[in-house]
């Protein structure tokens, strides 16, 4: 897979995602053969505007946004698997929805991970049709500040961050 990704302090390439995963254990995601970004493949479009462009916001204020270069990220997966729209039975559609789901818990859980775009087109079925969860580019890693055991509070306290 290769992407453009904004460098940027809120958010850490797929590759790192995968290691961090691997790292907590987390099961039923996808097996990352190698990744990271590729050097001196950035865009050069944002070079030219790169300067900060001025926008008046309602309340007369100024906003400068800057537009940075693009790097590009590659990773190769080597888990087998095929697209969750090629299952066979209830069963197994089921069964791999699940397993996408025990990932997606297990890497909020162990390590404070959310994927933040779960889909038809991130689940895959593997040979032995089970599920594995992929796309991980757009997830966010939580800091310790966020609660995520107050009932009541979760929801309100992960809007808040995200």
């Given at each position: 897979?290769d992407y453009?990704?904004?460098?940027?302090?809120?958010?850490?390439?797929?590759?790192?995602?995968?290691?961090?995963?691997?790292?907590?254990?987390?099961?039923?995601?996808?097996?990352?053969?190698?990744?990271?970004?590729?050097?001196?493949?950035?865009?050069?479009?944002?070079?030219?505007?790169?300067?900060?462009?001025?926008?008046?916001?309602?309340?007369?204020?100024?906003?400068?946004?800057?537009?940075?270069?693009?790097?590009?990220?590659?990773?190769?997966?080597?888990?087998?698997?095929?697209?969750?729209?090629?299952?066979?039975?209830?069963?197994?559609?089921?069964?791999?929805?699940?397993?996408?789901?025990?990932?997606?818990?297990?890497?909020?859980?162990?390590?404070?991970?959310?994927?933040?775009?779960?889909?038809?087109?991130?689940?895959?079925?593997?040979?032995?049709?089970?599920?594995?969860?992929?796309?991980?580019?757009?997830?966010?890693?939580?800091?310790?500040n966020v609660?995520?055991?107050?009932?009541?509070?979760?929801?309100?306290?992960?809007?808040?961050?995200?």
């Amino acid at each position: 897979k290769d992407y453009w990704r904004e460098p940027s302090t809120r958010t850490k390439p797929e590759a790192d995602i995968y290691r961090l995963l691997v790292k907590h254990k987390v099961p039923n995601v996808a097996e990352m053969e190698v990744g990271g970004d590729i050097p001196g493949m950035i865009t050069r479009t944002q070079e030219v505007e790169f300067l900060a462009f001025a926008h008046n916001l309602p309340n007369g204020r100024k906003y400068h946004h800057l537009r940075l270069p693009l790097q590009c990220h590659r990773i190769f997966l080597c888990t087998i698997a095929r697209d969750l729209t090629a299952f066979g039975n209830c069963k197994t559609l089921l069964t791999c929805v699940a397993d996408a789901m025990e990932a997606a818990q297990a890497a909020f859980t162990l390590a404070r991970i959310l994927h933040r775009d779960i889909s038809v087109g991130n689940i895959m079925i593997t040979p032995k049709d089970r599920g594995v969860l992929i796309d991980w580019d757009l997830c966010l890693v939580l800091d310790s500040n966020v609660v995520t055991h107050r009932p009541g509070r979760t929801v309100r306290l992960l809007q808040r961050h995200l």
